[in-house]
């Protein structure tokens, strides 16, 4: 997996995540493949929006949260795939876009 964060400007950060594994056992095995951006920018007060872009393959279910709070889920069962569903490359693509509250943690380490 590879990542990089990088500051958009003083109220946005954009994460980028993409990676491409095989089960290295098995020499031709086909790859999880997946690319995410996510932008993540500050809003009214205590309001966190974020939009994900990018795509993966049909299977395995995964999903993507931001602190506790689930904003992509793939579930694979759900759309029939299997492990067959790895051969070609990023199938699905990923357009979502929303907000959640964001609570500023309060306790003693994060002062």
Do not use: Q
Not at 13 to 24: C, T
Not at 26 to 54: F, Q, R, W
Not at 88 to 110: F, R
Request: with cysteine.
């Amino acid at each position: 997996m590879n990542e990089e964060v990088t500051k958009v400007n003083n109220c946005c950060v954009k994460i980028v995540i993409d990676g491409a594994a095989n089960n290295p056992l098995i020499p031709t095995s086909p790859a999880i493949d997946y690319h995410y951006t996510i932008e993540l920018c500050a809003g009214k007060p205590g309001i966190v929006k974020y939009h994900v872009t990018g795509y993966h393959d049909g299977f395995p279910s995964h999903e993507i949260f931001i602190g506790d709070k689930l904003i992509y889920n793939f579930d694979a069962k759900a759309t029939g795939a299997s492990p067959m569903s790895l051969f070609g490359s990023g199938d699905i693509s990923v357009d979502k876009k929303g907000e959640i509250k964001w609570e500023v943690c309060k306790c003693e380490g994060c002062r």
